[in-house]
């Protein structure tokens, strides 16, 4: 499982360094697409066996619903395959960070399945305490059954 947080800088290229926890659950090729929340600007990164099911259910998805179409559209079609060099980092591409708006500052979340990419002050507003439905995370995942 993939867990933690780690604080990372991207270099003028808009590489960055993927922590060796990270790496040695994704394994070297893994796949980068756009985060789907709507306030939620981050990426998320699949190692292969779990972007393969993802796609196998989006295939599976029936070509006649407009919704599944635009998820395809969005979340399959917004994906890059990348590759962690020698250094341990993978770049990342450019219309990727350009979603996300990550400049400088990055953190890395992992999350269960698949890590998230955050530029770092992004992270810092979702988080912020005070943002509307934020308090109540606790309560909504009570009604989850967590």
């Not at 306030?39 to 066996?49: Q, R």
Request: charge should be neutral.
């Amino acid at each position: 499982m993939l867990g933690g947080e780690f604080k990372h800088t991207a270099d003028d290229k808009g590489r960055v360094s993927i922590p060796a926890k990270f790496r040695n659950e994704l394994g070297s090729v893994f796949v980068i697409s756009k985060g789907i929340g709507i306030d939620e600007k981050c990426l998320y990164i699949f190692p292969l066996s779990e972007w393969r099911i993802i796609e196998d259910k989006a295939r599976a998805m029936p070509l006649a619903n407009k919704d599944a179409r635009d998820f395809r559209r969005f979340f399959i079609g917004g994906a890059s395959e990348c590759e962690i060099d020698k250094q341990g980092r993978v770049m990342i591409p450019q219309y990727l960070r350009e979603f996300a708006g990550i400049k400088k500052n990055v953190i890395m979340l992992g999350v269960g399945g698949r890590v998230e990419i955050w530029d770092a002050d992004t992270l810092n507003d979702y988080r912020n305490p005070d943002k509307e439905g934020y308090i109540d995370i606790s309560q909504r995942m009570q009604d989850l059954g967590i």
